[in-house]
């Protein structure tokens, strides 16, 4: 296995159609990227195996889908608007613009290497503002979010009254949020339009601590078991004093072995009762919450589970990726995604496009698209076919031949090991569903 740099993994994106720059064509967007045809697929599945994991395997987590813009209002509250920054400095000689706690400040700039000409630093709100309706004046202000989960906050009683849900529950959300950047390198990693999927559980006070572990535990057997990371390329680091965010009770972060170095992919945090006293306060409503069972009024405890979506693509990207030697002296490049997420399940691919074999491939790769995504690509070598589906992942290949017409038999070729076996077309859904169950990453 080999160790991608961040550069083969932009150019693999590129090539194959994962993820392109925005605004390509006129010089292109920082901190902005459109995801292909691939991506696109592989984005939707983290999504969906999150959403899946979040509310269909917890019977006490429901959804929700809030906007974007919100009430200005409900960022005063949560103190967006008066902390959400970051300190900035420009060196004076090049004009280039750096985080102020990422750089040294005595040292020379990265840039340009000059020494001594950064500029005091100065804090710069990241939360993008805009104006609803015609007037351009203070009173029409409101923010693109910066995250999801203050629609969670302001939604929670909604839910508690329209749906069934009793403490301890959950709301889980996905969705865009948008922070304006001061250093946007790194490709996807820190955009300045990102997604994010948060799960906020509403718990009894005192009950926090219990629920903060129960959550730090599931969030780590999700990538592991789920999405296939290796175990060994996670691992925890826990806010100390200087990180902890003044409201936070205890708060860890799941890290991820990126190309760059050990960097944050998800954040669960002991919000306390913070939240929903602030908007309390600020609203005037009443947010506490009514134990029916025993007429105790309280304002719940928030366990927060914070993963950034596009964030969670790069890491599974970076994952996946290897240059393998082969047996005949090639190299082939593989993404060995798990097939939870892989953008193409099974790929099918008749050994000539004549004689019928072309025809029989097509009929089997419509009947399998009712269960999977699945694509047919009949140009070229079988052998060079692989290798394509090698450099999108896809787990599972099936070749029609000759002998298909005869017996109903296909070859089903594994990406990872790259052997073969001769399986019936009868049931075949349910033969890649088994594989897809007991999917050990080489086999
Ligand atoms: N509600 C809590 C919250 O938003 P955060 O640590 O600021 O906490 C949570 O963000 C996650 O969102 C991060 O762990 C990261 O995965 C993702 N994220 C944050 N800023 C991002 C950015 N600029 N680009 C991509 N992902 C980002």
């Known amino acids: 296995m080999s160790q991608p740099t961040l550069d083969n993994i932009v150019s693999l994106c590129r090539r194959r159609g994962f993820i392109f720059q925005s605004s390509e064509i006129y010089g292109g967007l920082n901190g902005a990227y459109d995801y292909g ?15 899946r994991e979040m509310t269909f395997m917890h019977d006490n987590i429901v959804g929700l889908d809030a906007s ?25 000689q090049c004009k280039s613009r750096f985080r102020a706690d990422q750089i040294d400040l005595n040292g020379a700039c990265p840039v340009c290497g000059n020494k001594g000409t950064f500029t005091a630093p100065r804090n710069f709100n990241l939360m993008f503002a805009t104006h609803i309706g015609p007037d351009m004046d203070s009173a029409s202000v409101v923010y693109l979010r910066p995250e999801t989960a203050q ?64 959550w730090r535990a599931e969030r780590m057997k999700f990538y592991i078991e789920k999405m296939g990371i290796p175990a060994e390329t996670l691992r925890w680091h826990r806010h100390g004093a200087d990180e902890l965010a003044f409201y936070a009770k205890d708060a860890y972060d799941i890290q991820f072995l990126f190309p760059m170095g050990w960097q944050e992919l998800e954040g669960v945090h002991n919000r306390t009762d913070y939240d929903l006293t602030q908007h309390q306060k600020f609203s005037g409503k009443d947010l506490t919450y009514l134990e029916a069972e025993n007429n105790e009024r309280y304002i719940p405890y928030i366990v927060e589970t914070s ?44 050994l000539v496009k004549k004689d019928g074999l072309d025809v029989k491939a097509k009929e089997l790769e419509m009947s399998l698209r009712e269960d999977f995504y699945a694509e047919y690509d009949q140009s070229g070598a079988i052998g060079r076919r692989y290798r394509r589906q090698d450099e999108i992942g896809t787990p599972y290949c099936i070749t029609v031949d ?42």
């Not at 691939?38 to 195996?49: A, E």
């Not at 070729?413 to 399986?423: A, G, H, L, N, T």
């Open 37 to 51: 045809p691939m991506g696109v697929l592989l984005k939707n599945n983290i999504r969906d195996l999150w959403w």
């Open 68 to 92: 974007i813009l919100m009430a200005s209002k409900v960022w005063e509250a949560s103190g967006h608007v008066s902390n959400f920054s970051d300190p900035m400095v420009d060196c004076k």
């Open 151 to 214: 629609g969670i906050y302001t939604e929670y009683k909604n839910v508690v009254s329209s749906s069934r849900v009793k403490i301890p529950f959950g709301i889980a959300q996905v969705g865009k949020s948008f922070r304006n950047e001061i250093t946007t390198k790194n490709f996807i990693f820190r955009s300045c339009e990102f997604e994010q999927m948060e799960m906020q559980f509403f718990c009894k006070p005192n009950t926090d601590e219990k629920w903060f572990e129960f």
């Open 307 to 350: 993963a950034g979506l596009t964030r969670n693509v790069l890491m599974a990207l970076s994952s996946a990726y290897d240059v393998e030697k082969l047996e005949d002296g090639e190299e082939r490049t593989v993404l060995h995604f798990h097939p939870n997420i892989a953008p193409v399940t099974v790929a099918v691919l008749p």
């Open 402 to 443: 000759y002998r298909t017409l005869e017996d109903n038999t296909v070859t089903l070729r594994f990406r990872d090991s790259m052997k073969q076996e001769r399986i019936s077309t009868t049931n075949l859904s349910s033969t890649i569903k088994s594989f897809i169950k007991n999917y050990k990453r080489g086999q």
